[in-house]
């Protein structure tokens, strides 16, 4: 089974940048996303990426991280980029992929519902 890696965490201050990396074992998905959560919180949904439309890859990104990430693929990897960072942004992320090919376009690509593997996550901890 593809298996989901994640890498780019680490420690950096506020208004710093970080790259998380997600490396899989095969192709990648065609529906991937970025999660976080933190310590006390519930997980959060913070970009994904969809490649099953016709016109090409959409991106989406939550309210929380807008404006601030990116989200990037290639042939074996999902990256998500964070900017201008926050102590708030301090989580573990996670890197998921939807392994079925039905989508139900009434659930939003940031619920957590789509996906069904999961990376072991990487740490993000913003701090001066």
């Known amino acids: 089974q593809v298996q989901l890696v994640e890498s780019g965490g680490g420690s950096v201050q506020p208004g710093g940048s970080l790259r998380l990396s997600c490396a899989t074992s095969?192709?990648?998905?065609?529906?991937m996303a970025w999660f976080r959560q933190a310590p006390g919180k519930v997980r959060e949904g913070v970009a994904a990426?969809?490649?099953?439309?016709?016109?090409?890859?959409r991106t989406y990104l939550s309210d929380s991280v807008k404006g601030r990430a990116s989200i990037f693929i290639s042939k074996n990897t999902v990256d998500l980029e964070l900017n201008s960072l926050k102590p708030e942004d301090t989580a573990m992320y996670y890197c998921?992929?939807?392994?079925?090919?039905?989508?139900?376009?009434?659930?939003?690509?940031?619920?957590?519902?789509?996906?069904?593997?999961w990376g072991q996550g990487t740490q993000v901890t913003v701090s001066p």
């Open positions: 095969g192709d990648i998905y065609r529906r």
């Open positions: 990426v969809y490649t099953i439309f016709i016109s090409g890859p």
């Open positions: 998921a992929a939807a392994t079925s090919p039905s989508v139900d376009h009434g659930v939003s690509p940031l619920d957590s519902k789509n996906y069904d593997l």
